[in-house]
């Protein structure tokens, strides 16, 4: 199998390049001539050596993507990647969300947050035949998982000789493929700089997704290391890290028609599921996701005052499940406009009689679709449950006391039998979480998530409940609603897992200890645990199966996609990507053009006295006044705020730095146009569009704003 996936993926037609595609930086050089004749100006052969300028700069943030911007370790990411760190330092006496921070000096700087780290990627290798060595004896899905676990976990322990990397082994093309990725991890990471929130967040949920953007999504942070220049964990004697190469950052900006690239992390795309796959999600699992979202924001935002310490301590939490609501939202209306179904239909008959016109790849691919079809269905036939059961993450007394036990289970074990997530290079970021739950968590939020998802529970058919939650939570039966919130507010009243020091303690307790324990939340995770792990094992064995098939599916896939001239490029797993494309406009719909940039006088025409249009009556003097500095842009008379491009990205992507063609920032892409959302689907050049904060806006806002002379002064700033 790896014989055909390697030839495919370093042997590209040149036909196959446009602006769709998130490349592993080792196709790059394949990719020359295009990109040259683009507008690169760097050698593309530098873009693949992760040791060399500009890969090098480029860093890994948590779920986002960042920059180094200085000879001393300085990062520039967007501020809603920075969101959860600016809410942890926040509180009702100094609310820096709201009003923003700025560090005049290192000693200024705010603590790390308890875990939060950064990685550099260091090297990409192929380990297929490792991770894949003994699946072939392999007689069910669970022996074929815990195969590719086992032979996973064996290289990364091998790769972690040290504290100072992170390794993990990452999944390309559903099974097809593996690489061993090896990072540098930061673990002592400061927040510097963040605008307020009118300018970080400035049109806020109403602008999120849309076009035309105002919005300065950026902040700042620091990775300090030890004296020796090696990573350690916080300390006062910590000094800044010194990175090989740090981004220039320019004056100048781009022009409509510029290249532009940027170098991320993307999370997740689907281009290549089936078309059973594609109409799952879009009818059922995005709108009953988004309704279940929606409902705790409700939830939320009814049991927490505005501006009150438990309100700040949900700001994050209600980010994300709002960004991702009018996503779901998007996802919905864009699969009913765009027919992405009926494509993907016509798509998959279109493979299937190319298989069927030759007897050999019949023969390999014949049935290919079937079995994955009867997987997927597998997978999907307790997907109400499995939705509501799934958003019941967010309550914290559960989840922490589910994975404290489990973690006094899995410390029973030898480490490379523990499960992933409960080794012993895992309990530093155990801890770190439940450090972390203090500024995160309030009494009667959290009950109130639970009860409203328990509540939900309980209205599924008695053949989707599970005997081990209703024994608990008293849920068999006709539902009582009063019962239930009398059951919880003795849980609440009587449980010491609030407090940091119970939960730290617990960290280090048996099972033994556990089961004799008194407190609601623990007993509730002793009682579920053995049910637990049956259905985790049904998981598993269901996961292998797919893992057998699926690359045989992408087999398919490729072989035909090359013998059509198309892009052969994996699907985004938040592996480090390049994309590339040019600034440009759009047409969002019939009779209108979008311009592709934004400037300070189109914020203050939405500016009003109330959030998310806030802007601070000094910012709308400013732009009165016309103070532009060196950032005016003279094909736009103004400072560009934000601009378009046509290159490829998705979530992971946000905080990734837009460079120009010989690598200098011009920005930073932090969002998609409303149509471009199902691209993570289907890529449609013509409205598929990345949104990015204007380097020049950037410079603008700490020059004039907020005065930040000294980071300007620390990064090297170009013309």
């Not at 911007?69 to 809410?87: E, K, R, W």
């Not at 109409?279 to 279940?292: C, D, H, L, N």
């Not at 489990?406 to 801890?431: A, F, N, T, V």
């Not at 617990?506 to 089961?515: A, G, S, V």
Request: aromatic share 10%; hydrophobic share 35%.
């Amino acid at each position: 199998m790896k014989s055909w996936l390697t030839a495919a993926m370093v042997v590209l037609p040149l036909t196959a390049m446009a602006d769709e595609g998130m490349w592993q930086p080792y196709q790059i050089p394949a990719l020359e001539d295009k990109l040259t004749e683009m507008g690169l100006e760097i050698d593309a052969k530098t873009m693949s050596d992760l040791g060399a300028f500009p890969m090098n700069a480029i860093i890994n943030f948590g779920g986002c993507t960042a920059s180094f911007v200085s000879p001393d370790g300085l990062v520039v990411t967007n501020h809603h990647c920075g969101y959860g760190a600016i809410q942890y330092h926040s509180t009702p006496e100094d609310n820096i969300l709201e009003n923003g921070f700025l560090a005049k000096t290192k000693a200024e700087e705010k603590e790390p947050v308890p875990g939060y780290k950064i990685w550099a990627t260091e090297s990409m290798v192929d380990v297929t035949d490792k991770v894949l060595a003994g699946t072939q004896g392999a007689d069910n899905g669970e022996a074929y998982y815990s195969t590719i676990e086992t032979n996973t976990k064996a290289l990364v322990a091998e790769c972690e000789v040290s504290k100072d990397y992170r390794c993990d082994v990452y999944n390309f093309h559903r099974g097809a493929q593996y690489f061993l990725i090896k990072e540098l991890e930061i673990r002592d990471v400061r927040l510097v700089y963040t605008p307020s929130m009118s300018v970080g967040k400035y049109g806020g949920d109403i602008d999120n997704w849309m076009w035309p953007r105002h919005t300065g999504d950026f902040s700042f942070f620091r990775a300090y290391v030890g004296k020796d220049g090696r990573p350690a964990d916080y300390s006062e004697d910590n000094v800044p890290f010194q990175p090989e190469r740090f981004l220039k950052v320019s004056a100048k900006g781009v022009e409509n028609g510029d290249f532009v690239m940027v170098a991320g992390y993307p999370g997740r795309t689907n281009r290549y599921r089936t078309a059973e796959e594609v109409q799952t999600y879009f009818e059922a699992i995005y709108p009953k996701s988004k309704v279940a979202r929606e409902a705790i924001i409700d939830l939320i935002k009814s049991t927490s005052a505005d501006g009150s310490e438990a309100r700040i301590k949900y700001e994050s939490t209600l980010a994300s499940l709002a960004n991702y609501a009018k996503n779901f939202q998007s996802m919905i209306e864009g699969y009913a406009k765009t027919g992405i179904l009926a494509k993907k239909q016509g798509e998959e008959k279109a493979l299937l009689d190319w298989i069927n016109s030759d007897s050999k790849r019949a023969k390999q691919y014949g049935d290919v679709i079937n079995q994955l079809n009867a997987l997927i269905e597998e997978d999907h036939a307790h997907l109400d449950r499995d939705i509501i059961l799934g958003y019941l993450r967010y309550n914290q007394m559960t989840s922490i006391a589910a994975r404290l036990y489990r973690l006094s289970q899995e410390k029973q074990k030898p480490d490379l039998e523990r499960e992933p997530g409960y080794q012993e290079r895992d309990w530093d970021g155990i801890k770190a979480a439940m450090q972390r739950v203090d500024r995160r968590y309030d009494v009667e939020v959290d009950k109130a998530i639970l009860a409203l998802q328990l509540g939900q529970y309980a209205q599924l058919p008695a053949s989707e409940h599970l005997e081990d939650l209703d024994r608990v939570f008293g849920l068999s039966g006709k539902f009582d609603a009063e019962a239930l919130s009398s059951k919880l507010d003795a849980m609440y009243a009587t449980t010491d897992l609030g407090k940091a020091d119970t939960r730290l303690a617990w960290l280090d307790k048996t099972p033994e200890e556990f089961q004799a324990s008194n407190d609601p939340f623990i007993r509730y995770a002793v009682a579920t645990y053995d049910a637990k792990m049956k259905r985790e094992k049904q998981a598993k064995d269901l996961s292998g199966r797919l893992l057998q098939v699926r690359p045989d599916y992408m087999g398919a896939i490729i072989a035909y996609n090359e013998s059509l001239g198309l892009p052969v490029y994996a699907d985004a797993n938040s592996s480090l990507r390049l994309t590339f494309g040019s600034v440009v406009p759009y047409s969002p719909q019939d009779g209108l053009v979008a311009v592709p940039f934004t400037t300070l006088e189109g914020l203050a025409a939405k500016a009003s006295d109330e959030a998310p249009f806030d802007a601070s009556a000094k910012q709308l003097q400013l732009i009165n006044d016309k103070v532009y500095g060196p950032y005016k842009q003279e094909s736009l008379g103004s400072v560009p705020v934000n601009f378009l491009s046509n290159l490829d990205s998705t979530g992971g992507n946000s905080g990734s730095p837009t460079m120009n063609g010989r690598g200098e920032l011009v920005g930073l892409l932090f969002d998609g146009v409303y149509e471009s959302i199902t691209a993570d689907w289907s890529y449609n050049n013509e409205l598929s569009r990345s949104i990015h904060v204007d380097s020049r806006y950037m410079l603008w806002v700490m020059k004039y704003l907020d005065g930040a002379d000294n980071l300007l002064a620390e990064m090297e700033v170009v013309k």
